[in-house]
């Protein structure tokens, strides 16, 4: 290892809680009814007995069947703005087009009279977002799309167990997506869910009879994505020098590509221990969040009313540019991811539409910690830092 590289601890924006050396204990776990137990855990934790739930490669893999199946024969499908350029990528995939929607007077809230106009007679179906945890209130909207034939598609690839009134996301549009990526509310190194909550929207769920993997197989591929995140981890503080590019490209620090065309039995298994601990993970970020939020005298992302977080992370508007930079600065010192990392660019191809408060969300908006690992010592770092804004 070289010199230049410090290798004392190191914080990601957000961590997985559970480690390596379990792996071997959820490959021993796993058998042809993992992937069938694991729907059953995650129907009972989001509380719901007659949705159609089906595992994917991933989220976005969930997103684009979902709209592939969509019963009628319009092709737009309104998304938010700031949007995962995936996310997209799948509406492209399906043979629809985009049409955005922006926030409205601060990043995170939505004027739903705004995106009503927006319902053109071609519009199929609109995706809500739940950002960084914190849910998306669009029961406004449920009425107009029931009288309109809109499908509603929840994105909740950040939030796990929020809640709107006493419902909890996921449960309440027509449909809705989960994704299990490293960066998401539980990790099982890749893979995502759909669920169908109206059927009267979508094309009969078939369960793909191709997911028979070897069970080495799976464990080497899991092994694999674990082992390059812990190997990513070690060079947060380096991420934007140039002895850490060079070593990028000479060693290579790209994520393996999944092999696995489905939720594998091992992430079955990892995915029901997780919601077994969800609920106490929950409570520790959403008490980390509010922590830092209560001490930080600048904007933060837009909490609704009747709605409970679960929080992914903290994004906090930073400004000016002089004063962002210098921050993100302090945080990579300190061996701290936060930055602008979700997302530093908007979806929107239109020139019709400016999305201004999108675009500060783009430009301006900082990803916070707030993962369960961290602790008071971490806390207080991350508080001296905004302290200095």
Same mark, same amino acid.
């Given at each position: 290892?070289?010199?230049?590289?410090?290798?004392?601890?190191?914080?990601?924006? *957000?961590?997985?809680?559970?480690? +390596?050396?379990?792996?071997?204990?959820?490959?021993? +776990?796993?058998?042809?009814?993992?992937?069938?137990?694991?729907?059953?855990?995650?129907?009972?934790?989001?509380? *719901?007995?007659?949705?159609?739930?089906?595992?994917?490669?991933?989220?976005?893999?969930?997103?684009?069947?979902?709209?592939?199946?969509?019963?009628?024969?319009?092709?737009? *499908?309104?998304?938010?703005?700031?949007?995962?350029?995936?996310?997209?990528?799948?509406?492209?995939?399906?043979?629809?087009?985009?049409?955005?929607?922006?926030?409205?007077?601060?990043?995170?809230?939505?004027?739903?009279?705004?995106? /009503?106009?927006?319902?053109?007679?071609? /519009?199929?179906?609109?995706?809500?977002?739940?950002?960084?945890?914190?849910?998306?209130?669009?029961?406004?909207?449920?009425? /107009?799309?029931?009288?309109?034939?809109?499908?509603?598609?929840?994105?909740?690839?950040?939030?796990?167990?929020?809640?709107?009134?006493?419902?909890?996301?996921?449960?309440?549009?027509?449909?809705?997506?989960?994704?299990?990526?490293?960066?998401?509310?539980?990790? +099982?190194?890749?893979?995502?869910?759909? /669920?169908?909550?109206?059927?009267?929207?979508?094309?009969?769920?078939?369960?793909?009879?191709?997911?028979?993997?070897?069970?080495?197989?799976?464990?080497?591929?899991?092994?694999?994505?674990?082992?390059?995140?812990?190997?990513?981890?070690?060079?947060?503080?380096?991420?934007?020098?140039?002895?850490?590019?060079?070593?990028?490209?000479?060693?290579?620090?790209?994520?393996?590509?999944?092999?696995?065309?489905?939720?594998?039995?091992?992430?079955?298994?990892?995915?029901?221990?997780?919601?077994?601990?969800?609920?106490?993970?929950?409570?520790?970020?959403?008490?980390?969040?509010?922590?830092?939020?209560?001490?930080?005298?600048?904007?933060?992302?837009?909490?609704?009313?009747?709605?409970?977080?679960?929080?992914?992370?903290?994004?906090?508007?930073?400004?000016?540019?002089? *004063?962002?930079?210098?921050?993100?600065?302090?945080?990579?010192?300190?061996?701290?991811?936060?930055?602008?990392?979700?997302?530093?660019?908007?979806?929107?191809?239109?020139?019709?539409?400016?999305?201004?408060?999108?675009?500060?969300?783009?430009?301006?908006?900082?990803?916070?910690?707030?993962?369960?690992?961290?602790?008071?010592?971490?806390?207080?770092?991350?508080?001296?830092?905004?302290?200095?804004?």
């Amino acid at each position: 290892m070289t010199k230049w590289l410090d290798m004392r601890k190191t914080i990601d924006t *957000v961590e997985n809680f559970w480690n +390596l050396s379990q792996l071997k204990t959820f490959s021993r +776990l796993a058998n042809q009814r993992s992937r069938t137990n694991f729907i059953g855990k995650f129907s009972d934790f989001l509380g *719901v007995k007659n949705a159609e739930i089906e595992l994917k490669a991933s989220g976005s893999d969930a997103l684009t069947d979902l709209l592939t199946r969509r019963k009628n024969n319009n092709k737009t *499908v309104l998304a938010p703005a700031f949007n995962c350029g995936t996310v997209k990528q799948s509406i492209i995939n399906s043979g629809c087009k985009v049409l955005t929607y922006d926030f409205s007077e601060t990043p995170g809230k939505v004027d739903w009279s705004a995106v /009503v106009k927006l319902m053109e007679a071609d /519009v199929s179906v609109i995706i809500v977002t739940h950002f960084f945890g914190l849910p998306t209130d669009f029961s406004e909207i449920i009425p /107009v799309c029931q009288k309109k034939g809109i499908a509603i598609i929840e994105d909740c690839a950040h939030t796990l167990g929020g809640k709107i009134g006493n419902d909890t996301v996921g449960t309440i549009g027509d449909a809705s997506i989960f994704s299990f990526n490293y960066d998401k509310p539980i990790s +099982l190194c890749g893979g995502g869910l759909l /669920v169908i909550n109206n059927p009267e929207h979508f094309l009969k769920i078939g369960e793909s009879s191709d997911h028979d993997h070897i069970l080495t197989d799976e464990l080497n591929q899991l092994k694999k994505v674990r082992l390059w995140y812990e190997r990513r981890k070690k060079f947060i503080k380096y991420e934007r020098s140039l002895p850490y590019r060079f070593y990028k490209k000479l060693f290579g620090l790209k994520a393996p590509s999944n092999r696995l065309n489905t939720l594998s039995a091992i992430q079955a298994e990892i995915g029901i221990w997780s919601l077994e601990k969800f609920s106490d993970t929950m409570q520790q970020r959403n008490a980390n969040a509010e922590e830092l939020i209560q001490c930080y005298m600048g904007p933060t992302w837009y909490q609704y009313p009747n709605t409970s977080p679960s929080f992914l992370r903290a994004k906090l508007g930073i400004h000016p540019d002089h *004063v962002r930079k210098n921050i993100i600065r302090k945080f990579r010192k300190k061996g701290i991811r936060a930055d602008i990392l979700n997302w530093p660019y908007t979806i929107n191809d239109s020139p019709d539409q400016s999305n201004e408060i999108t675009m500060d969300a783009t430009k301006n908006w900082v990803d916070i910690p707030v993962h369960q690992n961290l602790t008071e010592e971490d806390i207080e770092t991350i508080k001296n830092i905004l302290a200095q804004t």
